[in-house]
């Protein structure tokens, strides 16, 4: 992309020179950022100054939830990334949020900065301290990204209200619609922007989150004070356990048997392979080679075909038969032996966990593709639109064996449905964020279910 030049026209269309324009604003938002990072030190300083323990006692035991000893070596073996991150959150929640207790009183601690004898601010900053204390924290969910601009945001807390726009820049590069996180927004001159503090979660996690913050403020009586607390503790609870909490890894299981996925690899010795190539070309299921190796599969229903064992010759006496379960080995062993017992003979089986070190060790680059990247993508599109053809008429686990057809009309079932579809948005919006090109457009399918997307 070609530089835009000072003089040239300004790219938002408005007639004027760029210098005149946006680059004239994009310059008064980088001194207004600098004049409001400079209140939030000076005040950080100043409270931690005048109240060390009283800062302390409530960042450990509000903000942190008085953590165990397990927790703190959690946040011990944090890396530097998060380490800052949670410096970040910690800082803007003191100025925004935090109580301290003041001789068995507590007191807010922006009151303390920004009343009699607190520290020197230019009116900017005070403003800007001002503004972070009066806008709570919220759950955020984006609908939209407009790439190096802005951010069109739906608060999930509250759903009756239109999502707003967030003049943002930095988090266009990597967030995808659907994307869900904790947030400030607060006004600046004349739009909405994030005010620092972020508090990034998957979906299941912020869903998880949004229920608790309802079923709290449900049983209290409409106290605004009240609520902001619940809010603002329940979104740093959920996001401490998310980035502490030691997640065991998800069981990869096998999609055509249901079994736990174990890479089997079977090894055989070989007396004949002129024979052996014979025996195995006149198999309608298996395709392939002596030279490339072979491939047993079996035809699904939508044409597709899925692997049930790969054999390759490891000369000059062994074939290696690899399957992706023991079950799937054992039925591999049982026909290979039934149609070649002659010319083969089992030695040993190796099998490895897929989440181990050794299957990480083992694992290989894959080798650059012939296929020009173009073609890729639209061989990709062509199997997506295949596949999502007949998808809303499966019957899917997460909708109680129910298909997406099915369960749309069941008010229960309608939000895991709509949760799926926005699953599905998140992929496809990751995957050419990762990879380049245009992305699969899904609307199809939300329009087919007859949902609002």
């Not at 938002?29 to 109240?51: D, G, P, S």
């Amino acid at each position: 992309m070609n530089k835009i030049g000072r003089n040239d026209p300004c790219p938002c269309g408005s007639g004027q020179k760029y210098k005149k324009c946006c680059l004239a604003k994009e310059g008064l938002f980088e001194a207004r950022r600098r004049e409001e990072e400079r209140a939030v030190q000076t005040a950080l300083a100043w409270i931690e100054k005048h109240y060390p323990e009283e800062v302390g006692a409530a960042v450990h035991y509000d903000f942190m939830d008085d953590p165990d000893d397990e927790r703190r070596d959690a946040m011990d073996a944090l890396s530097p990334r998060l380490e800052q991150a949670i410096s970040a959150n910690i800082g803007e929640w003191l100025l925004a949020d935090a109580e301290l207790d003041i001789n068995g009183k507590d007191v807010k601690a922006h009151e303390l900065i920004l009343g009699k004898g607190g520290p020197l601010l230019s009116a900017h900053g005070r403003e800007w301290l001002q503004e972070l204390a009066k806008r709570p924290l919220s759950l955020y969910e984006v609908r939209e990204v407009i790439k190096d601009k802005e951010l069109i945001l739906a608060d999930m807390l509250h759903p009756d209200q239109p999502p707003v726009q967030v003049r943002e820049k930095a988090a266009t590069g990597f967030l995808a619609p659907w994307d869900t996180f904790g947030a400030r927004l607060v006004w600046q001159d004349d739009s909405l922007v994030m005010s620092g503090a972020v508090y990034p979660m998957e979906r299941d996690t912020a869903l998880d989150c949004l229920e608790e913050i309802e079923s709290e403020i449900e049983h209290e009586e409409g106290d605004p004070e009240l609520e902001r607390y619940i809010k603002t503790s329940t979104i740093i609870d959920y996001w401490l356990d998310s980035i502490l909490e030691t997640k065991p890894l998800p069981e990869l299981v096998d999609a055509a048997t249901g079994d736990k996925i174990a890479l089997t690899t079977d090894h055989y010795r070989v007396t004949n392979w002129e024979e052996l190539e014979r025996i195995l070309e006149a198999q309608d299921d298996v395709d392939g080679g002596c030279d490339e190796g072979w491939n047993r599969f079996v035809e699904l229903e939508d044409g597709r075909c899925r692997s049930r064992a790969s054999l390759t010759p490891k000369k000059p006496d062994t074939l290696e038969v690899f399957s992706r379960t023991p079950m799937l080995a054992d039925e591999a062993r049982d026909w290979l032996e039934d149609i070649a017992g002659g010319v083969i003979t089992y030695k040993i089986r190796e099998v490895v966990d897929p989440q181990s070190e050794k299957a990480r060790d083992g694992a290989k680059p894959l080798p650059e593709s012939d296929i020009p990247q173009d073609m890729q993508r639209q061989l990709i599109h062509q199997y997506l639109a295949k596949h999502y053809e007949t998808w809303p008429e499966i019957p899917l686990p997460a909708l109680g064996g129910k298909s997406p057809l099915e369960a749309v009309k069941d008010k229960r079932l309608r939000p895991a449905v709509v949760e799926l579809l926005k699953s599905i948005d998140q992929l496809e919006a990751r995957r050419i964020n990762q990879t380049g090109g245009e992305p699969f457009d899904v609307t199809f399918l939300w329009e087919r279910l007859g949902l609002k997307r």
